[in-house]
């Protein structure tokens, strides 16, 4: 456990019984993890119904830890307006999101700005402004030119057009700084920073976290009272990234680490899951990691972890569900998300 860490620091403990005989024992607080939870279920995924069909796998039991789900705009409202860009946040607030998602990166002057990819040529028009500022790199065994948001100024990069990607109608629309965001933002709905790719920064001499930490403290979202009207959680996929942001915030934010592809086999594991909560409030894990292995879910709900899967997209919904809504509430109700990355706000179900 992580010095002065204290176990279960945001999640009640009064457990919530499935419909389907799952029988949970306590939950206990011990001396060196948050908690010990003991699941023992009746009837599983091969057991037969009263009819004698079988009755399907249980749906999650869960721990009390939101009065209802959250409803997380995935780069904003990234299915109607341009990814990271203040329309798609105005749009994505307008729509009823509890939390704006901000994806950061660092400029040459050290600015945090809102943007998925560490480069800008997927989502701006840098290759026609800085037609010879691209550096090579390998990528999947091919030399290709990509333009690092690392090697570009604030100033150089507020010239861009972070719209037209998207549609004619967001022409000219700008890169927004992470200050921007707040602005905007603060006093409206949440708000869920993400630091991206923080190794490659700090081996550029950067470090992510300290400049996220100031840039919130000096927002006043350090306090109590600021964040009960803009909550705060604070995500990356590196463990590192999230301990050393615990390392200087206490427990001023909540911390979700992101889960994806490989990171799986380690962090879904129990032992994985445990020290997971030694650093972190939940896991934001890609959608199908729970969706094929429900007990990963039980698993880190045990441990009072929160679940944040990602992406639900109108566009592109599983087999057997043409309803996004139904396809979120089945994530809450069956896999125990307590919140839900989606592109469409608009349509998560209340």
């Known amino acids: 456990m992580l010095p002065g860490r204290p176990a279960g620091r945001t999640f009640a403990t009064t457990l919530t019984v499935a419909v389907r005989p799952v029988i949970l024992c306590t939950m206990m607080l011990v001396s060196e993890s948050r908690f010990a939870l003991c699941v023992i279920a009746l009837c599983g995924a091969g057991c037969a119904g009263p009819t004698g069909e ?23 409202a990234s299915a109607y307006a341009p990814e990271h860009t203040l329309p798609a946040y105005a749009l994505a607030i307008e729509m009823g999101a509890d939390f704006v998602e901000q994806d950061l990166q660092l400029t040459r002057d050290g600015v945090l700005i809102c943007m998925h990819d560490t480069t800008l040529d997927r989502t701006t028009n840098v290759e026609e402004v800085f037609p010879d500022r691209a550096i090579e790199v390998e990528r999947r065994g091919a030399r290709v030119q990509v333009w690092r948001v690392a090697d570009f100024t604030l100033d150089e990069i507020k010239t861009l057009d972070a719209g037209s990607w998207f549609d004619d109608e967001f022409a000219g629309t700008q890169v927004p700084t992470f200050q921007e965001a707040i602005d905007l933002v603060k006093g409206q709905a949440g708000m869920y920073p993400e630091t991206k790719a923080p190794e490659e920064y700090e081996a550029l001499g950067f470090t992510m976290e300290e400049e996220l930490t100031r840039v919130l403290a000096a927002n006043e979202l350090d306090t109590p009272a600021e964040q ?45 899951l445990r020290d997971v909560a030694e650093y972190a409030d939940g896991i934001g894990p890609a959608v199908q990691l729970i969706a094929d292995e429900p007990s990963r879910a039980v698993a880190a709900r045990g441990l009072g972890l929160e679940i944040h899967p990602y992406t639900v997209r109108a566009s592109r919904l599983p087999d057997g569900f043409s309803d996004t809504g139904a396809y979120i509430s089945h994530l809450v109700d069956d896999l125990g998300a307590t919140g839900v990355f989606t592109d469409n706000p608009d349509l998560f179900p209340r």
Do not use: C, W
């Open 228 to 272: 009960r009207e803009t909550p705060i959680y604070v995500q990356s996929f590196s463990p590192e990234s999230l301990k050393r942001m615990y390392a200087l915030t206490r427990d001023t934010y909540d911390l979700v680490q992101l889960v994806g592809g490989a990171q799986a086999a380690t962090l879904l594991t129990d032992d994985g």
């Open 54 to 76: 079988p009755a399907g796998p249980a749906p999650v039991a869960t721990t009390d830890v939101a009065e209802e789900p959250v409803n997380i705009a995935h780069r904003g």
